[in-house]
């Protein structure tokens, strides 16, 4: 029996865990996964851990702590099940209050449950296995060393085979079953009813599992939840790429070319007297500025982070087949990479988040070793540049010239809750041709910072999160209702 509970203590922890980051994918699509949303997830799967320990350690002085623990285990395997119902038809529902609430309310109604009686799981583990109050310190150790044993497992499994590959509600089916089904054997307590019960949860959860949609493809990983779609109105038909719901690419069908105003722009400003003959785009994405590049008889290595993404523009978005995939993170390329190229492309937006890791001053100075002589670099750019909302475009700025590059800011428009900016960055005096980088200039708007986006202090997510918050609700409200 004993070693029974300690496989089941195995699992209890690895559903943990698989609540947790299935949780936070779960949340993405809604409110993104910046600071704020991880920040909520954590905080309350602590705070429901905590409570469950709390509620375990009262029961376990009460008659029958084995049928306790058995019941308790029934709850959270149902309530694990149940995520993605929650997910789907309340989530969205709270989305609609203002976002700190709405963020916590609905990280409360997917997680607390499942997780408030996986924790309370635990103090009854150790009283079925402790016969003395010596003997209790020995068994509450083995108990969460095999629990942690469960979570760090689970972790890996989760995020590198089965959240890509049967995406988070299977995942979480299976978990839940396995918890379900692992109690009823180790108990020997089956009914029909718990059989019947199990089955009602499964079938809940398949309901919404399988719901028909119109996706192209659809992914999840612990990035995100990509997805590929067709938008079709009487004007035009647009496949759509997006990354927990925010539209990474748009492309016209008919055309075959973006619909995105900032690609217009680069378009506009790339060196047409000098045309790149080799080019490095990091965030490939749909691949617009990659074929893009091509078409101006550029050679183009494109590096994704996600394998999912380049799939996606291959399959979907006609990814010229002459351009250089290369799936890494945008940092680790760079710091390996010894080619030279006239023009690099940061493109690295991750729903409406940017890496800050790949724009440090760091970084900077290792990507002078890989610029030719006359090399540009662009950097596309969320579109705050005022006040508060702007700080973490000025911190860029600022680290993008104390680094030694000559740094334009530009813009096609003056809405900043609709754009982009890019940053036009080089080691020598721009100038593309065409006069047009000093039309779109927006330096006037910066706010003047002393921050540096550094390795040591990557200051940049804590600047542009108010920014991402903004740019996401804002985006968010008006697509979803146009």
Aim: contains cysteine; hydrophobic residues 45%.
């Amino acid at each position: 029996m004993l070693r029974k509970l300690l496989f089941l203590s195995f699992i209890e922890g690895a559903a943990v865990m698989a609540a947790e980051l299935c949780g936070a994918k779960l949340l993405s699509p809604i409110f993104g996964s910046s600071l704020y949303v991880w920040a909520s997830v954590m905080g309350i799967t602590l705070a429901a851990l905590a409570l469950g320990y709390f509620f375990g350690g009262l029961i376990t002085q009460r008659p029958d702590p084995a049928k306790k623990l058995f019941g308790i285990l029934m709850a959270a395997s149902l309530f694990l099940i149940l995520m993605p119902v929650i997910s789907y038809y309340l989530v969205p529902r709270i989305s609609y209050i203002s976002f700190f609430p709405a963020v916590v309310l609905s990280t409360v109604s997917l997680l607390f449950f499942p997780v408030f009686f996986l924790g309370a799981s635990s103090p009854l583990f150790i009283a079925l296995q402790s016969d003395t109050e010596n003997h209790a310190g020995k068994v509450s150790g083995v108990v969460y060393a095999v629990s942690t044993l469960g979570g760090i497992l689970a972790t890996f499994i989760c995020g590198f085979w089965l959240m890509p590959l049967i995406g988070l509600n299977y995942t979480l089916l299976i978990f839940g079953s396995l918890l379900f089904v692992s109690s009823l054997f180790v108990f020997k307590i089956i009914k029909v009813a718990h059989l019947f019960l199990l089955a009602v949860f499964v079938y809940l959860n398949l309901q919404f599992t399988l719901k028909k949609n119109l996706s192209l493809m659809e992914s999840d990983s612990i990035l995100g939840h990509l997805e590929v779609r067709d938008v079709v109105s009487n004007e035009r038909a647009v496949r759509l790429l997006t990354i927990n719901n925010i539209i990474q690419t748009e492309m016209d069908l008919k055309t075959k070319k973006s619909v995105s105003g900032y690609i217009d722009l680069l378009d506009t400003l790339i060196p047409y007297s000098t045309v790149p003959s080799s080019a490095l785009l990091v965030g490939l994405g749909g691949g617009s500025i990659a074929n893009l590049l091509v078409q101006k008889n550029s050679r183009v290595c494109g590096v994704e982070f996600d394998e999912r993404i380049i799939k996606a523009a291959k399959d979907f978005f006609f990814l010229d087949k002459r351009i250089k995939t290369v799936c890494e993170d945008g940092r680790y390329f760079l710091n390996h990479c010894k080619d030279k190229f006239d023009l690099i492309v940061f493109d690295v937006y991750k729903s409406e988040e940017q890496p800050g890791h790949i724009i440090t001053s760091e970084s900077l100075e290792k990507i002078k070793s890989n610029l030719k002589p006359g090399a540009i670099m662009y950097i596309n750019w969320h579109g705050y540049s005022n006040k508060l909302l702007g700080k973490g475009t000025s911190i860029l700025y600022n680290t993008l010239v104390h680094a030694g590059f000559k740094t334009k800011v530009t813009s096609l428009s003056k809405d900043e809750n609709h754009r982009n900016i890019i940053f036009i960055a080089c080691l020598e005096d721009y100038h593309n041709g065409k006069g047009k980088e000093d039309v779109y200039s927006i330096k006037n708007e910066l706010v003047l910072t002393d921050l540096l986006n550094t390795d040591d202090k990557q200051v940049l997510e804590k600047y542009n999160a108010e920014a991402n918050k903004t740019w996401r609700n804002n985006y968010l409200r008006f697509y979803q209702n146009n």
